[in-house]
């Protein structure tokens, strides 16, 4: 089992609508980053969302990505997700992002994808029915791989067109692409990436055990796949979660029952209306559910709410998600009421003490899978013409 973070733009209360907030907010999430790298964690994932107050302010990760690229060493970059749906993105624009991010990371990048949070965050692009971008993401990501193996690229689709040949650039850096993943926010999306060979981003809005079936059923499909979307099968699912991992037990419990636990979780019911939510639970701005006593607080970490304790107490929760068959444990930070210290010390310990019982592979298991790429479309579709250069500058890298 593979580990790692998940950072989101998340500005909680008045400070959404102070910019120096916003700023430090940014750069502490972006330390958590580079921490992470220090310390064993072997994937960082960057929301991308629009016009979510609050809930996320990061609406140009790629950015973000880039200043992390330059400051860690190991660690993957991962999009989550890209949005696919070309009233938002143009494909064109998301194959070039991607290529770009895998230059930039030296191979680091991972490209995550989907379709939008919800409603209210695509309605910032026109787009009214939230049904719609199901068939422009199922368009386009078919598209994209074209896009970034073909010199000669056009195409005439039903949400997007590149009537003349193109060649979109630059193309991705070395063996391959970036491996690809979609977000399965609804059941039967972890059936489908099975069936296109791609990952599963997976959230766990409900206990760990229900979402057995899913994966089960998503191992079953890819483990049929033999005709993958891009050039390689990437067999991973992804859950992330919350957890507070401290060396002192009675601390952690102590941070998991303070006051404000929850209010993330009342945003994403507030925004995320293509996901199913649990009934009776709290939507912003109602006050989020508290944790009453310790009872409550271990009957949630039973059940894989969160989890929380020391090193030895959280790698014994870490094995229910390993029994249900997640191949990558992903934690967002911060989470609700830990201080920014506290995250710092989290990332340190869980990554030296509870990662090596887990994960004692140094190379990442995407890297694997992408060394087995195997390109699929002609470099060319259409003739190409006799044109000789007989003059290059002396710089030209190769002539």
């Given at each position: 089992m593979e580990f790692g973070v998940y950072v989101n733009g998340y500005l909680p209360g008045p400070a959404a609508h102070d910019t120096a907030s916003e700023h430090t907010m940014l750069h502490r999430e972006a330390e958590y980053v580079i921490a992470a790298d220090r310390s064993n964690w072997k994937y960082a994932w960057f929301g991308?969302?629009?016009?979510?107050?609050?809930y996320s302010h990061m609406s140009a990760p790629e950015v973000m990505m880039g200043y992390c690229a330059r400051a860690t060493e190991r660690i993957h970059l991962g999009s989550a997700i890209m949005n696919l749906s070309p009233r938002v993105n143009h494909p064109v624009r998301n194959a070039e992002r991607a290529a770009f991010l895998d230059h930039?990371?030296?191979?680091?990048?991972?490209?995550?994808?989907?379709?939008?949070?919800g409603s209210h965050?695509?309605?910032a692009f026109n787009i009214l029915d939230k049904n719609s971008t199901k068939s422009e993401w199922e368009e386009a990501v078919h598209e994209i791989p074209r896009m970034w193996e073909q010199r000669d690229y056009s195409y005439e689709g039903e949400s997007f067109t590149v009537p003349t040949p193109h060649n979109v650039l630059p193309k991705p850096y070395g063996v391959g692409h970036p491996p690809i993943w979609v977000a399965c926010g609804n059941p039967p999306t972890f059936a489908l990436a099975g069936k296109l060979g791609i990952g599963a981003i997976a959230f766990n809005f409900e206990p760990i055990f229900n979402l057995k079936g899913r994966i089960d059923a998503y191992k079953e499909a890819i483990a049929e796949c033999t005709e993958p979307l891009g050039q390689f099968k990437n067999d991973n699912v992804m859950m992330t979660n919350a957890v507070i991992c401290l060396a002192d037990r009675k601390r952690a419990r102590e941070v998991a029952l303070r006051a404000g636990r929850g209010y993330l979780y009342s945003m994403v019911c507030l925004y995320h209306d293509t996901m199913p939510h649990p009934d009776g639970v709290a939507v912003w701005p109602e006050e989020p559910f508290q944790l009453p006593n310790e009872e409550m607080l271990d009957s949630l970490i039973k059940a894989g709410w969160l989890l929380c304790g020391d090193p030895d107490?959280?790698?014994?929760?870490?094995?229910?998600?390993?029994?249900?068959?997640?191949?990558?444990?992903?934690?967002?930070?911060?989470?609700?009421s830990v201080e920014h210290e506290e995250v710092l010390e989290m990332l340190e310990l869980f990554g030296t003490k509870v990662i090596p019982e887990f994960d004692s592979d140094p190379v990442h298991?995407?890297?694997?899978?992408?060394?087995?790429?195997?390109?699929?479309?002609?470099e060319f579709n259409h003739p190409v013409p006799d044109v000789e250069v007989t003059v290059l500058p002396t710089n030209a890298l190769l002539s």
């Open positions: 991308e969302h629009h016009s979510l107050t609050e930039m990371s030296d191979g680091r990048y991972e490209w995550g994808t989907g379709r939008g949070a965050e695509i309605a107490e959280v790698a014994e929760q870490v094995e229910r998600y390993q029994s249900v068959g997640c191949d990558q444990l992903v934690f967002g930070l911060p989470s609700d298991s995407t890297t694997r899978y992408r060394q087995q790429a195997v390109r699929k479309y002609p």
